[in-house]
Structure formats: structure tokens, C-alpha cells
């Protein structure tokens, strides 16, 4: 296998996500942005392909057409992201919390990490 790459499908919303997510993770590097453009006049301005490089991993972002659209998100699809230090942590949970729903608080396990979701 080469890579598994993880994605994050959209009706509309996948360039104003990828962008929160860099906002959240600003170590991270917005490595592809490409639209529909003339492959689908219509919706020309939904995002075809979209990356986000997190350290060594790359989320992919996608919008869907408005023929095939994106199903609702739930806890069945959960994207784990580990972090260095509890500065990278709370510059992501704030960031991502004020614009997001928090599923999960902040916990501490019994290995001093935290996590939420």
C-alpha cells in the first residue's frame, strides 16, 4: 500500500474547513486547492481537491456536487490527532471549539494526556 489518506467531505463548506483546520494546526501547510472549474461549470468554485499537510500526514478535503451530497457527520468517521505539547493542544481545541461543536471535552487520561474530540 502506498498511502492511506483520510477525507473530509463537504456541501460547499471544504475551503472555509481546510482553512480552519490550518488556523487550528499552524504548523500545517495547505499543500493542494483545486476547484471544479470547467469539469463542472455550476459548481466551478466547490473545491475538487484540497490537502492539508498535519506533520507527516495529509487530510484530504473535498466538496461534493449538489447531485451526490456529502452525508451528515457523525462519531462513525473520527480523525485522532496527537500532538506535541499542551500549547499545540490548546491552540487547537480553542480554535477549533469556538467555530465547532465540542462532542467531547477535554479530559485527562490516566496517562496525564489530554484529549477531546
Excluded at 489518506?5 to 472555509?16: D, I, V, W
Excluded at 476547484?35 to 459548481?43: L, M, T
Excluded at 456529502?70 to 469556538?98: C, G, M, R, Y
Aim: proline share 3%.
Amino acid at each position: 500500500m502506498k498511502q492511506l489518506l483520510p477525507f473530509l467531505t463537504y456541501n460547499g463548506q471544504a475551503e472555509e474547513a481546510i482553512n480552519w483546520y490550518h488556523k487550528a494546526f499552524p504548523n500545517s501547510q495547505i499543500t493542494k486547492l483545486n476547484r471544479y472549474g470547467d469539469a463542472n461549470k455550476e459548481e466551478s468554485d466547490l473545491i475538487l481537491e484540497g490537502e492539508l499537510k498535519l506533520g507527516n500526514q495529509v487530510i484530504g478535503f473535498l466538496d461534493m456536487s449538489k447531485d451526490f451530497p456529502a452525508p451528515v457527520s457523525t462519531w462513525a468517521s473520527t480523525i485522532l490527532i496527537e500532538v506535541d505539547n499542551q500549547e499545540e493542544f490548546d491552540q487547537a481545541f480553542h480554535t477549533l471549539k469556538d467555530s465547532g461543536t465540542v462532542m467531547m471535552h477535554e479530559k485527562i487520561t490516566r496517562s496525564i494526556r489530554k484529549f477531546a474530540g
